[in-house]
């Protein structure tokens, strides 16, 4: 009885399943792949064919996924020690053309900062009955290298007049330490600049999170990041600068003082791979998909063809927060400039912390204390700031902290970025440095007043943390707003667009009062990440528009008196669109408060003043008009 029970035991359940095993062995054998690829430029695809695929159709297709790992090391083949920088569905690479069963993929882009990197491609079936995904033999798997570290550098506005810094990442292989810049109509005029640098390693993350294992998971060294300055820029000039092989360019800034109307864009939550961070819990078998947001790449496009079709573009590139959604990965950063490289080569890209940079609980508290509702979440993956403060280089004032908070002035606007996932109670240090800083802005030089900062002062989607937050930032920080006469509080985080009406300190809506102006919140949070959190917006009387839908802020100026806030689909279609008047006033009319309009006549716009400077407005307007009139 107990032979016949083993002999049951052999056929009922351990042949079928060796047979199964043995099937997905020589499907796995029958199945030829490779690549005529060893050398790959960094940012470029490596192209694969395939032959013997069994399609089989869609209800019986095998369940195939390619994974790519960089670095990886030659000495052995264990790659899955590590995890892959970007796991493809198999099907979901195919070329329209690959419909039989044979044809080609394309795997990337490639993004790597060393010189050369090692790294290799291996398939992957999922087995059923084992519910995981089992990998083909080891002599099918592909390795090849990525030569030529892409050069990735960000334009930002420095602390002093005619200059700009210039920052960018190297590694081991390739450290570039130098540039060369010059007005693009004269060359002859160049100088070369040294660079000075920064490097920080998982050790500087945060203690137990994913990010401070940084190393030990993609086997990576130190990480340097270098600054240049520029100087002595030519205004509004047009310069070309060489870095690592490759010529950018950009256009200086004006001088201060000029009273130019300024243009500027601001994105908020964006990220690349969103599943390594939102969507765990909706991965398929565990799957981790390496394509960039497609929100993302279609508003990227659409400022890149702006900026190539038009001379002269924004004046400044804001990010509100939550830029790349790493979580400690260095290669998601490495992809997300990869993405931005055209615009931050170009255009003075300036940022401010969000939760996926900072917070963390139990923070080394490195640049300052943290907010109450900042150590109550692991957003950053243990991060913790350390990326965002070591890649970024923004401009310096007194008493600035870095990227987490500091001011600078652009075209006829100042703007005062702020870090609300540190502490702004009263009392705080960057309470008390806002107060100095916003009061010590020049309205006559800066009519227009901005302050930026990640999360909403009035949030619409009311959850208890969004509550809590609201009412602390209501408390301690919208005071001093209204006390320095703040034009415009720009905020993202929430994944949709929100504005409001122009508010007092109390939050009552003063739109059509004589003789009164509030402060206007702006919230946008759309320009990538996905919308997936979103419910109802509160029945709030305060708000005036809501748009869920993926896009970004373009706030332009029209003299000191005027200003026009947008937002734009991703497309660049305008969705929203308000004129807003200036609560500042000057105490004396100058002619430079003046803007000229097409006609030749000077306005003067004020949409909210009392009797005396309406009936003013108008008799100046007559005086300009009626000699020409006459004429």
């Known amino acids: ?135 083909f033999p080891l002599e099918s798997r592909i390795v090849f290298q990525v030569r030529g570290p892409q050069v990735q550098p960000r334009l930002s506005l420095s602390s002093t007049a005619r200059s700009v810094y210039v920052t960018w990442n190297t590694m081991r292989g390739r450290n570039i330490t130098s540039l060369t810049y010059y007005p693009t109509q004269q060359p002859e005029l160049w100088k070369i600049v040294q660079s000075s640098a920064q490097t920080y390693t998982e050790k500087d993350m945060c203690d137990g999170g994913p990010a401070s294992r940084l190393r030990r998971d993609f086997n990576l060294g130190p990480i340097t990041t270098r600054h240049a300055v520029l100087t002595n820029l030519l205004p509004n000039t047009d310069y070309t600068y060489r870095l690592g092989g490759e010529d950018f360019q950009f256009r200086s800034p004006e001088l201060t003082g000029q009273h130019r109307d300024g243009k500027i864009i601001a994105l908020g939550n964006m990220g690349v791979f969103h599943d390594h961070h939102l969507h765990r819990k909706n991965r398929k078998h565990g799957a981790v998909t390496g394509q960039p947001s497609a929100a993302m790449l279609e508003l990227l496009t659409h400022l ?65 204390a943290l907010a109450t509702w900042a150590m109550q979440s692991n957003a950053s993956g243990g991060e913790c700031g350390v990326p965002l403060s070591q890649r970024f280089n923004m401009p310096i004032t007194n008493g600035s902290n870095g990227v987490f908070w500091y001011g600078h002035g652009v075209a006829n606007m100042y703007i005062v970025y702020i870090s609300t996932e540190h502490d702004l109670t009263s009392e705080s240090e960057q309470l008390e440095w806002l ?25 619409s989607q009311q959850d208890t943390v969004a509550k809590y937050t609201s009412d602390t930032l209501q408390k301690h920080l919208n005071p001093l707003l209204h006390k320095y006469l703040v034009n415009v509080y720009i905020a993202g985080h929430e994944s949709q667009y929100t504005r409001t009406c122009a508010m007092d300190v109390h939050g009552k809506c003063t739109d059509g009062m004589v003789g009164h102006t509030g402060l206007v919140h702006v919230t946008s949070g759309s320009a990538g990440a996905p919308l997936w959190h979103l419910k109802q917006p509160a029945a709030e009387t305060w708000i005036k528009k809501t ?68 009936v003013f407005h108008w008799l100046l307007v007559i005086s300009l008009v009626l000699p020409h009139c006459l004429n």
């Not at 083993?6 to 079928?16: A, D, Y």
């Not at 044809?103 to 009955?129: E, F, K, N, W």
């Not at 010590?440 to 930026?452: E, I, Q």
């Open 1 to 135: 009885e107990l032979a016949m029970a083993r002999q049951s035991l052999t056929c009922c359940i351990l042949m079928p399943l060796m047979l199964h095993v043995l099937v997905a062995v020589v499907h796995c054998s029958l199945f030829d792949w490779q690549t005529q690829q060893r050398t790959v430029q960094s940012g470029s695809n490596i192209t694969i064919t395939y032959r013997n695929y069994d399609h089989g159709g869609k209800d019986r297709r095998p369940d195939l996924q390619l994974r790519v790992y960089c670095p990886i090391k030659i000495s052995t083949r264990a790659w899955e020690h590590t995890p892959p920088i970007m796991t493809l569905p198999f099907m979901d690479t195919l070329l329209p053309s690959s419909t039989k069963d044979q044809g080609s993929l394309t795997v990337g882009p490639l993004i790597q900062l060393d010189d050369p990197t090692p790294c290799g491609i291996a398939m992957y079936q999922y087995h059923r009955r084992l519910s995981r995904y089992i990998p």
């Open 304 to 368: 890149e063809d702006n900026m190539k079709a038009k001379s002269a573009g924004p004046d400044l590139m804001v990010h509100l927060g939550n830029l790349a959604y790493a979580s400690g990965r260095r290669f998601v950063w490495d992809y997300f400039f990869h993405y931005m490289r055209f615009l931050t080569s170009r255009l003075p890209y300036h940022v401010l912390p969000g939760e996926v940079e900072v917070d963390y609980e139990d923070s080394r508290r490195q640049q300052g």
């Open 435 to 459: 107060d100095t800083e916003l009061a010590g802005v020049d309205r006559h030089v800066y009519p227009w007043l901005f302050v930026a900062g990640h999360r909403p002062i009035y949030a």
């Open 547 to 614: 748009v869920q839908q993926h896009g970004y802020l373009d706030i332009s100026t029209n003299g000191a008196m005027e200003a026009i806030v947008k937002f734009r689909a991703i497309n660049g279609q305008v969705l929203d669109a308000t004129i807003l008047g200036n609560r500042w006033r000057p105490e004396k009319i100058s002619v430079d408060m003046f803007h000229s309009t097409a006609n030749g006549v000077a306005e003067w716009h004020d949409y909210s003043a009392g009797n005396s400077l309406f």
